[in-house]
């Protein structure tokens, strides 16, 4: 387990040293500190995830008629899978047994004692990237194991910068400006808006709002977990977003988008440049009519802002044990299959999501295939994750709070810095 031991050297570098509270319940074997009986378990995950995970599942089932797994769909929306997860982990309840989580809310979930420790013997963490397991990790231990590892991406459309004459993406938000001004003088290009990302007030303007600000040089907390959004980098990161509303760079409906919302955008030949994931690489591909643009766009780095490379929020999602579900066995061996190569390589072929095993980035075959996978793995390496605290929750509200007000206008740039600094201040003391 020599690359995982080196893992968690880099993971406690951004993990809380924080110390969790919390109890177990006698209705479970939450209490003995060991993996205890094999039976049905549930596993709770968001839409998309729950999608990816499906003929994994019957393939599961169909092999423990005993050992069954009911999904439940925790909703489409972040915000809202995470504090279904919490309510039913604060009574203490044992309806869930799998808990697929995103990266940011590990260190949070552990603090309180709402999941398990892992034995990383158990799972293949030797396989798995370095940001996957720093993700998993809390305090030098294990208590997730990453299932996919995601980077925002650019995506382009190649045919429309080929009719303006422009050979290579953009690499910075003011190329990015450029680009669209060219295009929009094309014939094909001038119904086609520039750029979108997810603006709407939940956790995709988090991930925003924290790319402009890594993009620009800035960050939001400091190395020892100290807010400083209140500085000149911050400030140009946010002053990006919200000069491009204003100068129509990013169209005014882009202020309701999420994932799905604008993925559907994308594949209805509506946007020129699109910050997304790598599942809609797939769906935007798709040879079946439900996509206008398959075959006519590529991915490349987010661009950077001020001098300085385009930085991507680290994403993706890692799966727990919940401390107070029952056959916590049977959810380990479940955990083990769901996050192994072949089922990770099983999500990319089929939906084309970023694994988190290493191995596959290299891999001539899958790359002829998803041509991607060159670009993910190079935006991975340089990802940042967002805010790590126990108090994510406030965190992300917060960021969400006056992010929105700046880039609706309700608020100058700066205003909404200074403001974000102070209840950041608060938030972590």
Not at 30 to 56: C, D, N
Not at 116 to 124: Q, V
Request: with cysteine; hydrophobic share 40%.
């Amino acid at each position: 387990m020599t690359r995982f031991t080196g893992a968690v050297a880099t993971a406690t570098t951004i993990a809380l040293a924080l110390t969790g509270c919390g109890s177990t319940d006698s209705g479970s074997d939450a209490g003995s500190g060991q993996l205890e009986g094999r039976g049905p378990i549930t596993y709770a995950a968001a839409k998309t995830e729950v999608t990816a995970a499906a003929p994994l599942v019957k393939a599961w089932n169909a092999k423990h008629p005993d050992q069954k797994v009911t999904v439940v769909n925790l909703g489409a929306v972040a915000d809202q899978a995470r504090q279904l997860l919490i309510q039913s982990l604060q009574t203490k309840s044992s309806q869930y047994a799998v808990l697929n989580l995103d990266v940011i809310w590990t260190g949070e979930f552990a603090a309180h004692r709402w999941i398990r420790e892992l034995d990383p013997k158990l799972y293949a963490m030797d396989q798995m990237l370095k940001s996957g397991i720093a993700a998993s990790t809390y305090r030098g231990k294990l208590y997730a194991v990453p299932t996919n590892i995601e980077g925002g991406l650019l995506y382009y459309r190649t045919d429309l910068l080929k009719a303006a004459g422009i050979k290579a993406p953009p690499t910075t938000w003011g190329e990015m400006q450029a680009d669209c001004t060219k295009v929009k003088a094309t014939k094909q290009g001038a119904q086609v808006d520039c750029y979108a990302g997810q603006f709407d007030k939940y956790e995709g303007l988090t991930v925003n709002f924290a790319e402009a600000v890594n993009s620009a040089g800035g960050v939001i907390l400091d190395k020892d977990g100290k807010p400083d959004v209140d500085t000149p980098q911050a400030l140009e990161g946010l002053t990006t977003l919200v000069d491009a509303f204003k100068n129509g760079m990013v169209p005014k409906n882009a202020i309701t988008l999420q994932e799905e919302s604008g993925r559907q955008a994308f594949q209805d030949g509506k946007l020129l440049f699109h910050r997304q994931w790598s599942y809609q690489y797939s769906l935007a591909n798709a040879r079946d009519g439900s996509s206008k643009v398959a075959g006519k766009f590529a991915v490349t780095t987010l661009p950077g802002i001020g001098g300085h490379p385009g930085v991507s929020s680290l994403g993706g999602h890692v799966l727990a044990i919940s401390a107070f579900g029952k056959n916590s066995k049977t959810a380990s061996d479940f955990v083990a299959y769901l996050s192994d190569a072949a089922s990770q390589r099983a999500g990319l072929e089929n939906f084309s999501i970023s694994p988190a095993t290493a191995e596959t980035y290299d891999d001539p075959a899958l790359i002829k295939k998803y041509p991607f996978l060159p670009t993910s793995k190079k935006v991975l390496e340089n990802a940042m994750p967002r805010p790590i605290s126990v108090s994510y929750g406030d965190i992300t509200a917060a960021i969400q709070e006056q992010a929105y007000a700046a880039i609706t206008g309700k608020k100058t740039p700066e205003q909404a810095l200074k403001a974000l600094q102070s209840e950041l201040t608060a938030i972590t003391g």
